[in-house]
């Protein structure tokens, strides 16, 4: 995966963050697991710095992230990662231009995938998999 980090920029990434997460406190399935963050400008700017990390920015906080485990603490599950990624599909594609919406995209796929496994292990329910992104 190419970084791209630099091309989209950081107030690019900040923007596209802070879209989506106005669209999450909106949502119908995916404002109730938000409901918990007490500290919107807060964890704002966390995820601005995880997304900018994750696309191949340089680190400028200092801040360990616990992707799983803060997921798993909110409560989510396949079901509602499927929301997360389509809504988050329709912020890039309304945000960026194509291609790196596309290779934004892919990242929060992979992790949306590492998730998914994590939750299933965890459960132990034996279904199979399925794919946590469903194109339009």
Do not use: C, N
Request: aromatic share 14%; proline share 5%.
């Amino acid at each position: 995966m190419q970084d791209i980090a630099e091309t989209i920029g950081r107030e690019r990434v900040a923007a596209v963050v802070d879209h989506f997460y106005e669209r999450i406190r909106q949502h119908p399935t995916l404002a109730t697991p938000f409901a918990i963050v007490d500290d919107w400008p807060l964890h704002k700017e966390y995820l601005t710095h995880f997304w900018w990390v994750s696309l191949g920015g340089k680190r400028y906080l200092q801040y360990g992230y616990a992707v799983a485990q803060k997921h798993t603490e909110a409560g989510f599950t396949p079901a509602l990662l499927v929301d997360w990624l389509t809504l988050f599909r329709e912020v890039l594609v309304a945000e960026l231009p194509a291609e790196l919406a596309a290779g934004w995209l892919e990242r929060a796929e992979k992790i949306g995938e590492s998730l998914r496994y994590m939750h299933e292990f965890q459960s132990r329910d034996g279904d199979k998999p399925t794919r946590l992104y469903r194109p339009a």
